[in-house]
């Protein structure tokens, strides 16, 4: 039986491989200490899988061809097509831009040069954040800082778990921990009904839940930071949420060592939820001065982090800028894809999604192009169709963590043959 | 191809010549001997120029995760100076924090081809890189961020081997792909999240127990011993504390004639005289920098105007945060292996603060004798802009100009400085010496910032304007490699720079103490903590070039 032995990365028996130090590309906290292991082009994610990873990486994909209009054709032809109606369209539309960082610069340069519209799909979610750290700036952690050194966490209307399946084990519970702040010596703090039951499980030290609505969580920070200041509050019941609940949180936010305070926008899917994040961001300020408190701001699936910070730094932005100028004209509320779409603004949209099959472009009747992983259920308007390999599944790559501080190499676990998102943009560029 | 620049004035320090007409001939991007007989493929009349080498920037914030949140954070900023695509050239923006492209196509506008980005936190480096490759035209390189991770503090306070400290600097350097090791407020960084708001040069971190004078002396050791060029960087304690001189003079006197490296100064020079209680220490710095031949520094230079500081300091960045201009300052805890901190500023002519800032770093370029141990910044975007530094260069070669422009600034601000008394004016061989040559030797650059032969053909051609602002704004030409890229002041061809790294020598059983470290209290795996030199130079981003490094040597 031949064997071979790549160091650090996989380990190949016969017609199986094992890849180790995997990065996982389906949610924002990049795990890399997976093990997958490939017979021929199926996956299994043999070590530290979660539901997710699993999912992701076990998908069998359904045989994918690109096409026009429906009809299987040529990849060059694709590209060609693809080349016509970017190059024809006043004002294309290039949104989804669930990639990788090759993928996003490529994204970037055919925008610019198409005079085009940048935009994530969640940048709906993300903007919560931008707007609040654009106004009044913030104080953050990062996932390694908060796994070490946070004594009191508190998680402010999101279910973390359903988002990062491993963020208990891996951060906010640690087994080990720099500084002895291991799990028993922790405190969780859940502002939110419904979202305890990871953090139950996890076996912290302490266990507070102040049930109430996401869209009251706010209003609870709010009269928190009250209380902190040493103001009176009379009658207070946000939701269900007592005086004497607020007062036990201010009197362990009082306690803390490091506090984190955890949150991820899409969690707060109501109108003009920067005012929560305000409210969060705000709690960490009146802190500040006397202890140590940051943020953690979690989400980020869907390349979501990575698309922001390439955006950022080829533009200045973080997405919603428009080249139609020539220059990069950012306008958050104007350049808003989704808004566009949605008010007949543009006239060809640009879709791509490499990682998940449910990724799906809006309706519109405007032409679209999608880029996508194989098993999309493309929508009537698709002109054109691409089928391309995810990053970290099928070729390699780079993805920025939701932090937007440490970036992650993404190994080719070799699943398919098919081409990364950057390879099709530059050739479709490459045919303008 | 054979290129012949013929009939300039040349100045060319490092090979000790200055301002003689010379001929130089580039073949295959590479300076060679002069080949009078040759017929050259390209020639340039420089009749009436001044050549000097492209111009090294040794600490320039231009890549990685704080300056994008500076981007991110400053969209107001960028409004100002947006630019469009050309045939040649990418859209971006300008101003305090430009945007990766931008930040390539200006320096060299500006006859800069090379860059270094002092402040890579290893945690960080991916990205960093990445935004480096994202800057064209300049060659680039980064210095690794050490003094206040966990692994290495943990070292220092368990008394480990210094060997094994040595291996672990000299791991961290190829890791993080770094040219050099910067240190910033030793120790506090990490002593901030611990809730302690200053850390003095002896004050003991509350939890390991090591001072920054520790800290710093060990890392200058390491660096020294494992024949690293550059010596350690050092962005000392209390940064913009009035009276911060103190603090300075006493770390440049602990190195104990160990090589340092002592950034933005003038920032770190302050006293406490007058009755704001603030003052300069720039002859006092001067006065110790001229007699300890140990020791460079560079300046820091604040100009007046918008901009945005951004450092990995991020106990005094909070501290600075209620003077932030527009409010909204940012503040982060990174990995257990450092932090940062974005706070937007606004320097203003008539603020008695920062116009004895201002006059403070001009005093500190003109006070220390030895340009060879002086480089020329404003610690971009942190002073100000790198955009200033022609006029800044006119402010050093031009006594009467730099008077005109002292009897603008605050009136207390004017009696409390010297500068109209020192008559100092810098010479054309002086500037090359602070833009090229010194920052080449600083780095270990061995073919760069020079014109001699087997030096890259990185040249610079200007106007010989008596106007030294105009002059140094816009070059006639500049060429990378041996093309030309910029004339009169415009990129005519983008080309992609070189990364510099250096790599010490270390031993490779540092990696399982590491991996079990990572292992258990990290969210990386070690492996994936190292950036490969394929992740650089992928996609056309330019080659690695491994500067040398002396044999590493035992203790």
């Known amino acids: 039986m031949p064997t071979s032995t790549a160091p650090g990365s996989s380990r190949e028996r016969a017609n199986t491989k094992l890849f180790e130090d995997v990065t996982c590309p389906f949610c924002g906290i990049l795990c890399d200490d997976l093990e997958v292991e490939r017979s021929g082009d199926i996956l299994e994610v043999v070590k530290s899988g979660c539901g997710k990873s699993k999912a992701g990486f076990e998908r069998k994909l359904p045989p994918s061809s690109p096409q026009i209009r429906g009809k299987d054709v040529p990849l060059a032809e694709a590209v060609a097509e693809a080349a016509k109606l970017i190059g024809e369209a006043e004002l294309p539309l290039f949104g989804g831009l669930a990639t990788d960082v090759e993928g996003m610069r490529a994204a970037m340069a055919l925008a610019e040069r198409s005079g085009g519209v940048v935009d994530h799909a969640a940048s709906q979610a993300q903007y919560r954040n ?67 039951k990871a953090a139950r499980q996890a076996g912290v030290g302490e266990l507070v839940t102040l049930p109430c609505k996401p869209e009251r969580v706010g209003e609870v920070i709010g009269a928190l930071r009250a209380r902190l200041r040493g103001f009176r509050l009379n009658k207070v019941d946000i939701d269900g949420v007592k005086l004497a609940d607020i007062d036990a949180l201010a009197d362990l936010c009082r306690k803390a060592a490091y506090g984190v305070v955890v949150w991820a926008p899409p969690a707060f899917d109501f ?67 989704s808004r566009m779409l949605r008010e007949s603004e543009g006239d060809l949209l640009v879709w791509i999604g490499s990682y998940s099959p449910d990724f799906v472009p809006p309706a519109t009747k405007i032409p679209t192009i999608v880029l996508g992983t194989p098993g999309m259920k493309l929508p009537k308007s698709t002109d054109v169709f691409i089928p391309i390999g995810t990053p970290g599944v099928d070729h390699a790559g780079r993805l920025i963590r939701v932090d937007s501080v440490v970036s992650l190499p993404l190994k080719n676990l070799g699943r398919a043959e098919l081409p990364p998102v950057a390879d099709i943009v530059s050739a479709i560029e490459a045919a303008l | 191809m054979l290129i012949k620049l013929t009939g300039g004035k040349v100045y060319d320090p490092a090979n000790k010549v200055s301002g003689e007409i010379r001929d130089i001939y580039v073949e295959d991007g590479k300076i060679v001997a002069p080949r009078p007989d040759a017929k050259p493929d390209q020639t340039y009349d420089l009749k009436g120029k001044v050549v000097m080498a492209g111009a090294i ?42 945007s990766t492209h931008l930040a390539g196509y200006r320096y060299a506008e500006m006859g800069y081809t090379a860059c270094f ?52 600097v000299a791991w961290i350097m190829h890791a993080s792909q770094a040219i050099a090791v910067k240190v910033v407020n030793p120790g506090g960084i990490s002593a901030f999240k611990f809730n302690q708001r200053k850390l003095d040069l002896d004050e003991e971190h509350v939890y390991y127990k090591v001072t920054p004078r520790q800290i710093i002396l060990n890392l200058a050791r390491a660096l020294g011993e494992l024949g690293v060029t550059h010596p350690l960087h050092i962005h000392g304690c209390n940064l913009g504390v009035p009276g911060n001189i103190e603090s300075t003079l006493d770390t440049i006197r602990a190195a104990e004639g160990l090589r340092i490296h002592m950034t933005h100064t003038q920032f770190m020079s302050y006293g406490t005289e007058g009755d704001k209680k603030f003052s300069s220490g720039a002859a006092r710095l001067a006065e110790l920098v001229n007699k300890s031949p140990n020791i460079s520094i560079d300046v820091g230079q604040v100009m007046f105007g918008q901009t945005c500081t951004a450092s990995g300091d991020s106990m005094r960045q909070y501290a600075i945060a209620k003077s932030a201009h527009p409010k909204k300052p940012v ?71 730099r008077d005109d422009a002292f009897q603008k600034i605050n009136t207390d601000a004017q009696a409390a400085s010297i500068l109209p008394t020192i008559t100092r004016e810098y010479t054309l061989d002086e500037i090359a010496i602070m833009t090229r040559a010194g920052p080449a030797h600083s780095l270990g650059l061995k073919d760069r910032g020079h014109l001699g032969v087997g030096a890259a053909g990185d040249i610079t051609v200007y106007k010989d304007d008596p106007n030294r602002e105009a002059m140094f704004a816009t070059p006639a030409m500049v060429f990378k490699d041996g093309e030309l890229v910029v004339r009169d002041g415009k990129v005519v061809k983008v080309v992609q720079g070189a990364t510099h790294v250096a790599r010490p020598e270390y031993d490779k059983g540092i990696e399982k103490p ?9 969210t990386v795996r070690m492996e994936n903590f190292k950036l490969a030199d394929e992740e650089i130079v992928k996609g056309d981003k330019g080659a690695i070039i491994v500067q040398p490094t002396k044999e590493r040597a035992a203790a």
């Not at chain 1, 800082?145 to 508190?154: F, P, S, V, W």
């Not at chain 1, 799990?183 to 859940?190: E, G, N, Q, W």
């Open chain 2, 331 to 401: 503040v982060m805890d990174i990995e257990c292996d450092a932090g940062c901190g974005v706070v937007p500023m606004r320097y203003r002519d008539k603020s008695f603060v920062n116009a004895l800032q201002w006059a403070i770093g001009l005093e500190t370029f003109l006070l220390v004798d030895d340009p060879w141990r002086m480089f020329l910044t404003t610690d971009h975007p942190n002073g100000a802009p790198f955009y200033t530094y022609p006029h800044l260069i006119r402010l050093l070669m031009d006594k009467s100009f």
């Open chain 2, 117 to 168: 980005e002092p402040a890579m936190l290893p945690a960080n480096a991916r990205q960093a890189h990445m935004e480096l490759g994202d800057t064209p035209m300049v060659d680039k390189g980064a210095f690794a961020m050490l003094g206040s991770d966990d692994y290495f503090l943990r070292q220092l306070s368990e008394k480990q081997d210094f060997e094994a400290i040595k291996d672990y």
């Open chain 1, 271 to 337: 109108p003009h939820a920067e005012f929560t994040v305000d409210q969060l961001a705000g709690l960490i300020k009146d802190l500040a001065p006397i202890q140590r408190f940051a943020g953690l701001t979690l989400g980020g699936s869907e390349g979501a982090t990575t698309a922001a910070s390439v955006a950022t730094w080829l533009s200045g932005y973080p997405m919603r800028v428009s080249y139609a100028s020539g220059v990069p004209d950012f306008d958050p509320y104007r350049c808003d894809i």
């Open chain 1, 130 to 196: 931008f707007k609040v750290l654009q106004s009044v700036g913030w104080t953050m952690s990062t996932l390694t800082e908060t796994r070490n050194r946070a004594d009191l966490i508190i998680i402010a209307g999101t279910d973390v778990a359903a988002l990062h399946h491993r963020f208990f084990e891996k951060i906010a519970a640690p087994r080990e921990s720099m500084f002895g702040v291991t799990a028993k010596k922790r405190t969780i703090v859940v502002v939110g009904k419904g979202l305890d």
């Open chain 2, 514 to 522: 590491l991996e079990d470290y990572f292992d258990r209290f990290h």
């Open chain 2, 57 to 98: 920037d040794p600490h320039t914030h231009i890549g990685g995760g704080k300056m994008t949140i500076a981007r991110m954070l400053l969209p107001e900023d960028h409004l100002g100076d947006l630019v469009a695509r050309t045939d040649v050239t990418h859209a971006g923006c300008g101003h305090a924090v430009p």
